[in-house]
């Protein structure tokens, strides 16, 4: 796990795009992780104050990817209807 940690880096040109995003348009997180992991990898990577208090994890769900509930919690939690958000996936396929 801590050889896990310390590769940790944000996807190159992440930080550039939330900088023109946010905080024009509302961001979150909805991961199939759950929230003691997504606090270890966004921290390590400095993104855990850009959405701390907007971090959504399937094991809030019923089901999880790829089903689309934590989207939709996400969605929902976030006041947005889901037809007005996009998804940006950053699992390699």
Not at 68 to 76: G, N, Q, S
């Amino acid at each position: 796990f801590d050889a896990f940690r310390r590769g940790l880096e944000p996807v190159e040109g992440v930080v550039a795009a939330l900088d023109q995003l946010m905080p024009r348009i509302a961001t979150c997180v909805a991961s199939s992780g759950d929230h003691d992991k997504m606090r270890v990898t966004l921290g390590r990577t400095g993104l855990w104050s850009r959405f701390e208090g907007r971090i959504f994890s399937a094991v809030d769900v019923a089901r999880a990817k790829p089903a689309p509930d934590v989207y939709l919690h996400a969605a929902r939690s976030m006041g947005i209807a889901p037809g007005r958000c996009v998804v940006i996936e950053d699992t390699p396929i």
